[in-house]
């Protein structure tokens, strides 16, 4: 059987990152049982909010195909799914659907073989150093959540910015001095800048600030357009430029490594199409000698 459902909380103050704000959090979760009742666990792109469109797309068109497949031949399951959904859907709520089936049979054969999925996956590292997301907030505020971060020992704080040029800059500019020289300071810009905007806050935090990565700053309305500016950027500025959670599938990736758009690249399994596709993006990444940091 395969189940549906939503979950969410209300949290104690508002989440904001770039333009979008929220007062709940929560996802869409797949729960995948088989006959021999293992039961895997899956999330379906990375909001709740989705749950009454992708909800149909796995009881209507997915699960009927589905039912009565062996769990264990998740790359053949896979394709199934993409090609169900291929001719009225190539990315979006299509591939959020797919993505919650693929990563609840991962689920399904790490029980079944006794072992975490990133030991099937041939991990290289048994450990990863996290770092800490708080939300949008006023420079002051920014400031105290990268000193709890720091004290919680977080190595790494991802700011949001996307206000305005002075307040953003002000956000940076104390985080730093909280957190000091020693911890990545990262900076997430959510697509709210142009190209001009995106070079100019690309060197300024790279020379005043040292900060490790800049994620997606360039407001994108195609793909063409997102990786195209993207990678024009990359090759004018020093800041290391990160990218990927917007795009679908292993396809999408094709051009962003081909025109060389991201030293870094960031698929979210929740919505790229699963665990099967973020590591084959991951391959592609090493094949291409880039980065793959999952996006959080």
Same mark, same amino acid.
Request: glycine share 8%.
């Given at each position: 059987?395969?189940?549906v459902?939503g979950?969410?909380?209300?949290?104690?103050?508002?989440l904001?990152?770039?333009?979008?704000?929220?007062?709940?959090?929560? /996802? *869409?979760?797949? @729960? =995948?049982?088989? #006959? %021999?009742?293992?039961?895997?666990?899956?999330?379906?792109?990375?909001?709740v909010?989705y749950?009454?469109?992708?909800?149909?797309?796995?009881?209507?068109?997915l699960?009927?195909l589905?039912?009565?497949?062996?769990?264990?031949?998740?790359?053949k399951?896979?394709q199934?799914?993409?090609?169900?959904?291929h001719?009225?859907?190539?990315?979006?709520?299509?591939?959020?659907?797919?993505?919650?089936?693929d990563?609840?049979?991962?689920?399904?054969?790490?029980?079944?073989?006794?072992?975490?999925?990133?030991?099937?996956?041939?991990?290289?590292?048994?450990?990863?150093?996290?770092?800490a997301?708080?939300?949008?907030?006023?420079?002051?505020?920014?400031a105290k959540?990268?000193?709890?971060?720091?004290?919680?020992?977080?190595? /790494? *704080?991802?700011? @949001? =910015?996307?206000? #305005? %040029?002075?307040?953003?800059?002000e956000?940076?500019s104390?985080?730093?001095e909280?957190?000091?020289?020693?911890?990545?300071?990262?900076?997430?810009?959510?697509?709210?800048?142009?190209?001009?905007?995106a070079?100019?806050?690309?060197?300024?935090?790279?020379?005043?600030?040292?900060?490790?990565?800049?994620?997606?700053?360039?407001?994108?309305?195609?793909?063409?357009?997102?990786?195209?500016?993207?990678?024009?950027?990359?090759?004018?500025?020093?800041?290391?430029?990160?990218g990927?959670?917007?795009?679908?599938?292993?396809?999408?990736?094709?051009?962003v490594?081909q025109?060389?758009?991201?030293d870094?690249?960031?698929?979210?399994?929740?919505?790229?199409?699963?665990?099967?596709e973020?590591?084959?993006?991951?391959?592609?990444?090493?094949?291409?000698? =880039?980065?793959c940091?999952?996006h959080?």
């Open positions: 059987s395969i189940e459902f979950v969410e909380c209300d949290l104690p103050e508002p904001r990152w770039g333009t979008m704000q929220v007062a709940t959090k929560g /996802g *869409v979760i797949v @729960r =995948v049982r088989t #006959d %021999e009742g293992i039961e895997g666990i899956g999330e379906a792109g990375f909001s909010s749950l009454r469109r992708i909800a149909p797309v796995i009881k209507d068109i699960t009927p589905l039912i009565g497949e062996d769990p264990r031949l998740i790359r399951i896979w199934r799914m993409f090609v169900a959904t001719s009225w859907g190539r990315r979006g709520i299509e591939t959020y659907a797919l993505s919650g089936i990563i609840a049979l991962w689920d399904i054969l790490g029980k079944a073989c006794g072992r975490p999925v990133y030991e099937l996956l041939g991990a290289v590292h048994r450990e990863l150093v996290a770092y997301a708080p939300s949008l907030k006023s420079p002051n505020e920014a959540d990268c000193a709890h971060a720091i004290e919680r020992g977080f190595q /790494g *704080v991802k700011l @949001r =910015v996307g206000v #305005d %040029e002075a307040t953003d800059d956000i940076v104390v985080a730093r909280v957190v000091g020289s020693d911890i990545d300071l990262i900076v997430d810009a959510n697509m709210s800048r142009d190209y001009r905007g070079e100019s806050i690309a060197k300024r935090y790279h020379d005043h600030y040292g900060i490790s990565w800049l994620e997606e700053p360039i407001r994108s309305r195609s793909l063409h357009e997102y990786v195209d500016e993207h990678a024009r950027l990359r090759a004018s500025v020093s800041t290391p430029i990160s990927g959670e917007s795009l679908f599938t292993r396809y999408e990736f094709i051009p490594f025109k060389r758009a991201f870094i690249v960031q698929p979210d399994a929740t919505g790229v199409g699963g665990i099967s973020a590591s084959a993006i991951a391959a592609m990444a090493e094949a291409h000698s =880039v980065r940091t999952p959080v």
